[in-house]
């Protein structure tokens, strides 16, 4: 007897072959059979109209310590999401030395702050950590992150190019979470303190990523002005080092950039084409997120958080920053490339009641210069400072989310009470607007590129597709209403009609 049996349903199986009718069979946490089934069930689950397909896998999330403070991941599962990938963008918790405070105040703006111990060292001891508090709602997978291996090798002096014994230190500390089961190393250029890595460096860890079989996922240098040259550097360190390279969140940067994605595409088409292990991820909005604090100039961003606050403050260098931003050289100012009207402020700790409104608008109401009033705020800010800004086009969204080579991801951020609507979302927005709503792609290629061609990225052998055989990671779901019925995680449910089950069924695999 199976232990529960979706009757009459229709499939999208992840490899993106045409909707079709079959019962699904699960036993034991397992799918066991997709047919015609006979109705000996503990439980019959019929849900006519509705869209069975296999659990979502979000390639790039920032859930690491979203694990820890609401174990039961809520805002993935109500959108259909099973498993789940952390670390990126070089931005992790571990490894940790036995000083986290310096790991901790980098990862702030981003991961959100925890108020328990950060008792962990690696990646071994974090996932005992999760385990023992009770377990968690969805499946996660984690990188090996590139901050927290300069903090753990080079402590707080991490701001410039590290000496060969601190390289050797962050190789071996690599190796020994790939090993313990990490699926990749994550760094983002874009941020410091990855930025200060010279090639050297980025060589000698690619080469033990490539050695275990591991991928390197990285949010790249420059996705403005620089963007082509920018990507460029990624995919010839890939090419040198024989590494799988997974570019985080494709897009350009900047009006004035929109015209590069082709040639950005046509790049990582050709690199393929010549034997590179390449794809990319991107999340269904034209406009993204990230630390307020992250738009200030590199020399600034080496300092420390008071530091910053301090150099933003005082008016003998307050020019020089702000040309700096206006008209930067070798980094993207994101000021620069989409304008105060474009910067949105989602949450800041000492400015809560500026939520939701235009640096512009802000601005405009203080009477000043809408630079001098960003940094106004951040010489105030004491806590986590977030913004929202718009970066391409919707034309050239599409163009990537329509293309073979991309796969899903949300970049959720948890940092904040007002995260971007991507964190909760992403998923069934896919499935509202570019599926049912533009039709940019099919919803079976929706499906493909939310569970298949991520399992398959990620080298997961049992999960990703509705195959006897698959671990029972299943969603059931309205792609015209963009609502997630039920949810199925490791063969318990975990979403009802619509409601938490209050399962923590997941595993950190």
Known sequence: MYDYLFKDAWVADGTGRPLYRADVAVFSGVICLVGDASPAAKRIIRRPGLVLAPGFIDIHSHSDLEVLRNPAMEAKLMQGITTDVNGNCGIGVFPLSHDAGELESLCMDVLGPYDGSWSWTDFQSFRSLVNSRGGVGINMLFHASHSALRVYAMGKDHSRAATDEEIGCMCSALAGM????????????????????????????????????????????????????????????????????????????????????????????????????????????????????????????????????????????????????????????????????????????????????????????????????????????????????????????????????????????????????????????????????????????????????????????????????????IVVFDPVEGRVDTVMVNGVISVEDGRLCGELAGKIL
Request: charged content about 25%; aromatic content about 6%; proline content about 3%.
């Open 178 to 473: 790939l090993d313990q089961g990490c699926v990749g190393f994550s760094t983002g250029l874009y941020y410091a303190p990855c930025m200060y890595a010279d090639h050297r460096e980025l060589e000698a860890l690619l080469n033990v990523v490539r050695k275990k079989g591991a991928m390197f996922a990285v949010h790249h240098r420059c996705e403005g002005d620089e963007f082509l040259e920018s990507l460029r550097e990624v995919v010839e360190l890939a090419a040198k080092t024989g590494v799988r390279l997974e570019v985080s969140h494709l897009k350009a940067i900047g009006t004035r950039n929109q015209q590069k994605v082709d040639a950005g595409l046509s790049m990582l088409e050709d690199a393929a084409s010549s034997g590179l292990d390449v794809a990319f991820d991107q999340y269904p909005y034209e406009y993204g997120s990230t630390s307020l604090f992250s738009l200030l100039p590199p020399d600034i961003l080496k300092l420390s958080r008071f530091e910053q606050r301090l150099a933003v403050s005082l008016d003998s260098g307050r020019q020089e920053i702000k040309a700096e931003m206006l008209d930067p050289h070798g980094w993207d100012s994101i000021y620069s490339l989409v304008g105060p009207a474009n910067l949105r402020i989602l949450h800041m700790d000492s400015h809560k009641e500026l939520s939701g409104r235009s640096l512009e608008d802000i601005a405009r109401e203080y009477g000043t210069d809408p630079l001098d009033c960003l940094l106004d705020l951040l010489a105030d800010e004491t806590g986590t400072a977030l913004m929202m800004d718009v970066t391409q086009s919707v034309e050239n969204l599409e163009k990537i989310m329509a293309h073979p080579m991309m796969g899903f991801g949300t970049d959720s951020l948890f940092s904040s009470p007002h995260p971007h609507v991507r964190t909760r979302d992403a998923a069934m927005h896919l499935m509202r607007e570019y599926v049912s709503g533009r039709k940019v792609m099919s919803l079976e290629e929706a499906v493909r590129k939310m569970s298949g061609v991520n399992a398959l990225r990620l080298n997961l052998r049992d999960r990703g597709f509705i195959k006897e055989g698959m671990r029972a990671d």
